[in-house]
């Protein structure tokens, strides 16, 4: 894939994260996640590629912006034939009660090489570089506390379990208290949970519990480029979610592993805080009619991992993205 492409997602996040920082607290999450789906599909609009949604914000009938199945990009017939997972803000109830850790997301990889993951619930457990192969989703709590922490030559008591505070968790946080490590609740955004993992000063270790399976993709192709491992089952809860796995085929025994989410060799993540966080700073509005974005891009080619600030001139920007 063409080398600016991960640069050029950062501008698409970064976009989106603009248009939807302004309403940090505001207790609206519709019109925030609104505002990021309306930037980011806008500026994918300006890439050269040619795209489909894969992992979007639903069906065509439900969602009139990056609806799963919908063509990205400016490119035709001979462009760029790639897959699209985007999540244009994740936390939305976390931007809508002025809460931390809200992102706004995108993965792209070649055509055929994201899963097509079903909207529904998924069991996960995440670590970064140093506890890979540390890891069995089948295994105990106990025990994959345990192997994480002599990976990575660390007392259980100093690990770092990031877990979303969700009433579905109550055994796992039991679990892991039982256990004797730490717990970092979080609100809102098991992908930021995830990539966590694979940078040492956020002092996570280990990313456990039920989150959404497209988030599930998306922080796949992120652990992937930054090297890190995650194996998830899908679990769906209700009727519907059952129905919308049967529909895609999907096999509720078997374990994905980063390669059944995100397949081959070349890919790309960028990421943008939209309200404050430890990994990524949030929007900042300052003088002079500006903005700064923190933005996280990835490229598994080169392995690269590039975090870049921005200062917008937000007069200078279309209105879309400001
Ligand atoms: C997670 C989290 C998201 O959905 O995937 C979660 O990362 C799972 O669903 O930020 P519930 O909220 O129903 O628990 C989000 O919270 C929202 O997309
Ligand atoms: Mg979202
Ligand atoms: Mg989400």
Known sequence: MDRNLPVNLGRVTEAAALASAKFLGQGDKNEADGAAVDAMRRMFDTLDIDGVVVIGEGEMDEAPMLYIGENIGTAKEDGLKV???????????????????????????????????????????????????????????DENIKNVAKALNKDVSDITVVVLDRPRHEDLIKQIRKSGARIKMIHDGDVLGAISTCFDYTNVDILMGDGGAPEGVISAVALKCLGGEQQCTLKPVTEEQHRRCLEMGADLEKVYHIEDLAKGEEMSFAGTGVSYGELLDGVKYMENNTASTHTLILRLETQTIRFIESIHQLDKKPEYAK
Do not use: E
Not at 83 to 92: E, F, M, N, S
Not at 101 to 128: E, F, Q, W
């Open 83 to 141: 897959d699209i997972a985007v999540d244009p803000l994740d936390g939305t109830q976390a931007v809508a009660n002025g809460l931390a850790n809200a992102i706004s997301v995108v993965a792209v990889a070649p055509r055929g090489c994201l899963l097509h993951a079903p909207d529904t619930y998924m069991k996960k457990i995440a670590v970064g570089p140093k506890a890979k192969g540390s890891i069995d989703i089948h295994k105990s709590v």
